[in-house]
């Protein structure tokens, strides 16, 4: 059997490149706590993202639950079932009710024409999802928060170094959450962080990501333990001298995609995206109809030939158990969710898939045409 071909590999620089931040690591002994590298890594950060204050986090999950903690946001937030469990689950332990709407069949980010008819008096924020790294209608969320002074608090895991006409699409909204794991454009094996306007809702974050310790003494928060370890923004910095390249490599595997895949009927890719800088850090395709196999047909006859796609995202959050009880959960409720659920596939991409292996892919979806 060939060598798998996986959705996802994380971009490694070279192993000897990494030595020197460990050894100053052992030098100094300050392995967690805000030492020398995590400052580094924000402040480095902020810069290349174009980002005024950033918070990093031992992972998004945290990073997502402290938000919502930083804003003290409760009641119902608005959001979409299209997407990782982790945005929805970081409501219910928060014990914040979850409140579905469908999403937009081009994009499949979260439909702001469907956003108003969900609010209800007990409506106090939105959490929606830049899927797949492709922003938000964040101009029509944005004016409806301000009609309803509901918060914004965006799921950004996708979405490292993706800019709109106004800059760091990060700037949007009261709060973005980055994931740096080990699978995104940008990973520091395991990570998140939080991105905020003003340094004093950094300040809220970063005690609360510490127990709530404001000094040895003194708590004013039930905060949790979401440090970044001194390792993990070690690499973070070390990755970013690397980032252009790894941003590069993804742009000429989706252009290379899209041609190849083009004269293929009923695999259509979703639309080149209209951002100004994008950052390719998935390549969905939709199995229609006129395809001659359904989807999970072709996803195990891509698995039979040892390539691994994935079905990003099906099943839908409102499909697992936890969520399906919820009234905005119902099926009726979300066609172009389920619809979308049904059809996508996201093929592999990342900085060191080959040209061979993209042939090896796509020959392997064009074989289907003879099923």
């Not at 930083?70 to 009710?97: C, D, M, Q």
């Not at 949007?172 to 340094?199: M, Q, R």
Request: aromatic fraction near 10%; glycine fraction near 6%.
């Amino acid at each position: 059997m060939t060598k798998p071909i996986y959705v996802t590999q994380p971009y490694l620089p070279p192993l000897e490149e990494f030595i020197p931040y460990l050894e100053k690591i052992w030098e100094n002994k300050i392995l967690t706590n805000g030492g020398p590298f995590h400052q580094q890594l924000e402040e480095a950060l902020c810069s290349y993202l174009g980002v005024k204050h950033i918070s990093l986090f031992t992972n998004a999950t945290i990073a997502l639950v402290t938000a919502l903690q930083a804003l003290r946001v409760n009641g119902e937030v608005i959001t979409t079932p299209y997407s990782f469990v982790a945005t929805a689950h970081s409501l219910l332990w928060n014990g914040i009710k979850p409140v579905f709407v469908d999403v937009d069949p081009d994009t499949l980010n979260i439909d702001p024409a469907k956003i108003e008819a969900a609010i209800s008096p007990n409506t106090t924020a939105i959490m929606p999802v830049h899927c797949y790294g492709r922003p938000c209608d964040v101009d029509a969320i944005q004016k409806i928060a301000d009609n309803y002074n509901l918060r914004i608090i965006y799921d950004a895991a996708h979405a490292f170094g993706v800019t709109d006409d106004s800059g760091s699409v990060l700037n949007h909204g009261d709060l973005s959450v980055l994931s740096f794991h080990a699978t995104k454009v940008f990973n520091t094996f395991e990570g998140g962080a939080i991105i905020c306007p003003d340094a004093k809702t950094k300040l809220r974050i970063d005690q609360l990501k510490n127990f709530g310790f404001v000094d040895e003494v003194t708590v004013v928060a039930p905060g949790i333990n979401g440090k970044m370890s001194e390792i993990n923004a070690a690499f973070g910095m070390l990755q970013l001298k690397h980032i252009a390249r790894a941003l590069d490599s993804r742009k000429e595997i989706d252009a290379a995609y899209r041609v190849q895949l083009k004269s293929i009927k009923g695999i259509r890719c979703l639309g080149e995206p209209g951002e100004f800088a994008a950052n390719h850090s998935y390549f969905p395709i939709l199995v229609e109809d006129d395809y001659p196999l359904s989807r999970d047909e072709l996803y195990q006859k891509l698995k039979s030939h040892n390539i691994l796609a994935r079905r990003y995202f099906y099943p839908l959050i409102t499909d697992f158990p936890m969520y399906r009880g919820f009234p905005s959960a119902h099926r009726d409720n979300l066609p172009v969710a389920n619809s979308a659920a049904q059809k996508i596939m996201c093929l592999p991409i990342y900085p060191n898939l080959t040209s061979e292996n993209i042939t090896q892919v796509v020959s392997c979806i064009r074989g289907g045409l003879q099923a």
